[in-house]
């Protein structure tokens, strides 16, 4: 399985591995999964129930859900309960107070004019009046009325205004409504009652109070609307309450119960779509995050979708660990949950990416935990077993911050059992009537736990490294053992090169550092880089010793193909010895295909035809990665400034310098993402450490002049 996995991997082009297309696929691809794998603990389950029958399973709400038709029920209920409002407009108060002061007005009018053109009036004269007035008036009198008025001086006009107001205004300001006109002809007859002016005065006031009299109470439509708007308010709706017992095993199923069971999203042919929705913009959320924390720090997994996918891979394979630790959470171990090795995935996550990004998926691991081993249909999230989850994966995640040893694993384990221990006995003790025999189960669990965490991610690590080609630190530092076979190998069979693969290593390491690569891996690789040379050691001058050099009595031709073929025999041997990937890589790749420049020259000075340069140059492939490249220019920087006598600061300057120009003329660096300001820093590096190598020393003097002296 894990050779078809690595075969896969490596199918894919090298452009897909940094394609942001791919990246955002794989994105989306760890949001569906996730969003499947808690699907089930979010959604609930759906029954094939019908009106009246019996049902033959108890339910309960899953999930506070509101019953909006009761609700709109009992706020229609409230609202027809409010009477219609009425109010007393006083602006119709004061307009009948007009009309009634300018029917005296229009009635003193008339009489003046008459008076006017004739000082006597007799009674067609009398009758014109009493025809102009009605035409004035807006109310229908008798004509006694008309004809009292127009009789009347102009004192008695007055009284009769006075007394005429005051019955209107007093009647008016007390109000009444439309139907109410009984009620009003008795207030007027009873206030006209104790008048003492005649009688026709009396009936003429009586008549014209009524007319100026309407009903000042009026409905209004406006302050009735927002009684009923807040009654309607003040209905509080009815709750359906998570846990609420909707229908018994063995009940009968009435209308009601039918209608409550679809609310709540129970029936088969009718779920609630709103957890799914819910779901969604929650998992959605949480990968946003982490493609927000990735895509803005500088980490590797930026950039290389190989290792988002092991980044994928592990947060998955923790969740499914989880769901199966989940199936038994209804067995007669209610507390199954605490058992689950939640922290392996924080732990494979320091171990291979960051220790930063593995508390970020902790917190997502310790959310998932709390949904998936949530056994109450009351709330949603199980907090308890969330924190516990959580303090295990911080616990996990720190103890092998930093850490190269794979021991280490195995103490950060024993830590995450001291660290679940604790959590679980302070969860227990905060939430739950202390039972000793159940208290000690949880601590077998909480150790359980624990040991599983650290026993999984042993497990997975070799898995991870050979089906994703990506080497863990302790990895490395394993491969980086003097008792490694191929290492002990090197250093008897070939001590020159194994001196120059230590330079090197010393070189690479410190350039790598300086511009943020993988130091550890570029010491590695050099610790390997020249393992080729083993096939026929004799033929490269940091192993002959002094002696006689092969080369100088043989063709350039077959020189060439010896040193040549040193990278592919590297690449075979460690093939042959199963050292990962990268390691292979920098074999193959740190002399890219540059020229072999003293064979070259010797050949062209010797043959009779015209010689190729392709003829004498390494098979490569350039350097793919910085790493790679680093090595390569290391290498070729220890070999030439070993041919100096004495080097000084300036000389090795010039020569580093100059070798890196020369692989950058020769476009030995145009497969890697390494910038000018990279190799500047890259130079730096290299000649710091070289100056500190060969650093000038004390000349001692020699033994026959300390006996002279």
């Known amino acids: 399985?894990?050779?078809?996995?690595?075969?896969?991997?490596?199918?894919?082009?090298?452009?897909?591995?940094?394609?942001?297309?791919?990246?955002?696929?794989?994105?989306?691809?760890?949001?569906?999964?996730?969003?499947?794998?808690?699907?089930?603990?979010?959604?609930?389950?759906?029954?094939?129930?019908?009106?009246?029958?019996?049902?033959?399973?108890?339910?309960?709400?899953?999930?506070?859900?509101?019953?909006?038709?009761?609700?709109?029920?009992?706020?229609?209920?409230?609202?027809?309960?409010?009477?219609?409002?009425?109010?007393?407009?006083?602006?119709?108060?004061?307009?009948?107070?007009?009309?009634?002061?300018?029917?005296?007005?229009?009635?003193?009018?008339?009489?003046?004019?008459?008076?006017?053109?004739?000082?006597?009036?007799?009674?067609?004269?009398?009758?014109?009046?009493?025809?102009?007035?009605?035409?004035?008036?807006?109310?229908?009198?008798?004509?006694?009325?008309?004809?009292?008025?127009?009789?009347?001086?102009?004192?008695?006009?007055?009284?009769?205004?006075?007394?005429?107001?005051?019955?209107?205004?007093?009647?008016?300001?007390?109000?009444?409504?439309?139907?109410?006109?009984?009620?009003?002809?008795?207030?007027?007859?009873?206030?006209?009652?104790?008048?003492?002016?005649?009688?026709?005065?009396?009936?003429?006031?009586?008549?014209?109070?009524?007319?100026?009299?309407?009903?000042?109470?009026?409905?209004?439509?406006?302050?009735?609307?927002?009684?009923?708007?807040?009654?309607?308010?003040?209905?509080?709706?009815?709750?359906?309450?998570?846990?609420?017992?909707?229908?018994?095993?063995?009940?009968?199923?009435?209308?009601?119960?039918?209608?409550?069971?679809?609310?709540?999203?129970?029936?088969?042919?009718?779920?609630?779509?709103?957890?799914?929705?819910?779901?969604?913009?929650?998992?959605?959320?949480?990968?946003?995050?982490?493609?927000?924390?990735?895509?803005?720090?500088?980490?590797?997994?930026?950039?290389?979708?190989?290792?988002?996918?092991?980044?994928?891979?592990?947060?998955?394979?923790?969740?499914?660990?989880?769901?199966?630790?989940?199936?038994?959470?209804?067995?007669?171990?209610?507390?199954?949950?605490?058992?689950?090795?939640?922290?392996?995935?924080?732990?494979?996550?320091?171990?291979?990416?960051?220790?930063?990004?593995?508390?970020?998926?902790?917190?997502?691991?310790?959310?998932?935990?709390?949904?998936?081993?949530?056994?109450?249909?009351?709330?949603?999230?199980?907090?308890?077993?969330?924190?516990?989850?959580?303090?295990?994966?911080?616990?996990?995640?720190?103890?092998?911050?930093?850490?190269?040893?794979?021991?280490?694993?195995?103490?950060?384990?024993?830590?995450v059992v001291f660290t679940n221990i604790i959590s679980v006995t302070s969860i227990y003790m905060l939430f739950y009537s202390v039972k000793w025999a159940e208290l000690f189960q949880l601590y077998g669990f909480a150790i359980t736990s624990g040991l599983l965490a650290s026993i999984l991610t042993i497990g997975f690590v070799p898995f991870l490294e050979s089906s994703f080609g990506i080497l863990s630190s302790m990895k490395l530092i394993e491969l980086s053992s003097p008792n490694q076979p191929l290492l002990r190998r090197l250093l008897m069979e070939t001590p020159g090169t194994y001196h120059h693969s230590i330079m090197v290593a010393n070189l690479s390491e410190a350039a790598a550092e300086a511009i943020g690569a993988n130091g550890l891996l570029a010491r590695v690789g050099a610790y390997y880089h020249d393992v080729g040379k083993m096939k026929r050691p004799q033929f490269f001058i940091e192993n002959q010793m002094g002696g006689e050099n092969p080369h100088d009595k043989q063709a350039p031709t077959l020189s060439r193909t010896i040193i040549l073929s040193h990278t592919e025999d590297g690449v075979k041997l460690l093939q042959e010895y199963n050292l990962p990937k990268p390691i292979q890589d920098i074999a193959a790749q740190h002399h890219g295909t540059s020229l072999l420049r003293f064979f070259y020259h010797k050949a062209t000075q010797e043959a009779t035809r015209p010689i190729s340069e392709e003829e004498f140059r390494y098979p490569g492939p350039k350097p793919q990665f910085k790493e790679a490249a680093i090595v390569g220019i290391c290498d070729s920087v220890e070999a030439a400034v070993r041919s100096l006598a004495k080097p000084s600061p300036e000389q090795i300057e010039n020569l580093v310098r100059k070798i890196v120009k020369d692989r950058l003329d020769d476009r030995q660096l145009s497969e890697c993402d390494l910038t000018f300001l990279e190799l500047e820093q890259i130079t730096q590096s290299i000649c710091e450490t070289l100056k500190g190598i060969f650093h000038t020393r004390i000349e001692y003097p020699a033994e026959a002049e300390v006996k002279h002296a």
């Open 1 to 415: 399985m894990k050779k078809r996995l690595l075969q896969s991997v490596q199918r894919i082009p090298n452009n897909w591995k940094t394609s942001r297309a791919m990246r955002a696929l794989l994105f989306v691809l760890l949001a569906i999964a996730i969003y499947f794998l808690l699907l089930e603990h979010v959604i609930p389950k759906t029954y094939d129930l019908q009106r009246n029958m019996i049902s033959d399973v108890l339910v309960t709400a899953p999930m506070e859900v509101e019953d909006t038709e009761s609700t709109k029920k009992l706020q229609g209920d409230a609202i027809k309960a409010v009477s219609p409002i009425y109010t007393m407009d006083e602006r119709i108060i004061a307009n009948q107070l007009k009309v009634l002061d300018q029917i005296f007005r229009d009635v003193t009018d008339v009489k003046l004019k008459r008076e006017e053109e004739s000082a006597l009036t007799n009674s067609s004269e009398q009758q014109q009046d009493k025809e102009k007035l009605k035409e004035l008036v807006p109310y229908n009198f008798s004509d006694e009325t008309y004809q009292t008025l127009l009789k009347q001086t102009p004192e008695s006009l007055a009284t009769m205004k006075a007394i005429s107001r005051n019955i209107v205004s007093s009647i008016m300001l007390e109000g009444f409504r439309s139907g109410e006109e009984v009620k009003v002809k008795d207030r007027v007859t009873e206030q006209l009652t104790t008048s003492e002016l005649e009688s026709r005065m009396v009936q003429a006031i009586r008549e014209v109070a009524l007319a100026t009299v309407v009903p000042n109470i009026v409905f209004d439509e406006q302050a009735t609307e927002q009684a009923k708007d807040r009654v309607a308010r003040s209905v509080k709706p009815v709750i359906i309450h998570k846990g609420e017992i909707l229908v018994g095993e063995g009940e009968y199923i009435t209308d009601e119960i039918y209608r409550k069971l679809g609310v709540a999203g129970l029936l088969t042919h009718n779920p609630n779509y709103y957890p799914y929705i819910g779901l969604a913009l929650f998992v959605s959320l949480a990968v946003v995050f982490f493609h927000l924390y990735i895509s803005k720090g500088a980490l590797e997994i930026r950039v290389n979708n190989t290792q988002l996918l092991m980044f994928i891979v592990i947060i998955l394979l923790n969740l499914v660990v989880l769901k199966t630790v989940s199936l038994g959470k209804d067995l007669e171990y209610s507390f199954i949950g605490f058992l689950a090795p939640v922290a392996f995935g924080s732990m494979l996550i320091v171990l291979f990416i960051d220790y930063h990004l593995a508390l970020f998926a902790g917190g997502l691991f310790s959310i998932c935990a709390s949904l998936m081993f949530n056994s109450s249909s009351e709330y949603l999230f199980n907090y308890g077993y969330g924190f516990v989850a959580l303090a295990a994966c911080v616990t996990g995640a720190y103890c092998l911050h930093n850490r190269t040893k794979r021991r280490n694993i195995l103490l950060a384990g024993l830590f």
